[in-house]
């Protein structure tokens, strides 16, 4: 079953024109990591395949995403096909940071 906050509208399509790697997916792939809590408040690890069953993303695209955001270091990998949200990731999706202060990452 999807998740309803993950869900993408068609509005939603060209959300960051002005980051050419950022893709619509990314902020809801950021989101559901940051969402993914340990019990000590940790992010917890994820799999493109976790990330899919639980958003409107597939295993495929959330794999290829996650390795984008894993060099723009949005998110860490620690394991194969095991994710992480970083500490950057983390004030993207709070709003510390703007599509705009990543163009350059």
Known sequence: MQHPLFAMSEEQEDMYPEVDWLAPADRY???????ARKPDGEPAEQTPKVIGLNTTISRKHSGARCRVLDEKGLVEKTDRGVYRITELGERFVKGELEPDDLRDL
Do not use: D, F, K, T
């Not at 792939?29 to 969402?35: A, K, M, P, Q």
């Open 29 to 35: 792939i950021l989101e559901y990591l940051n969402s």
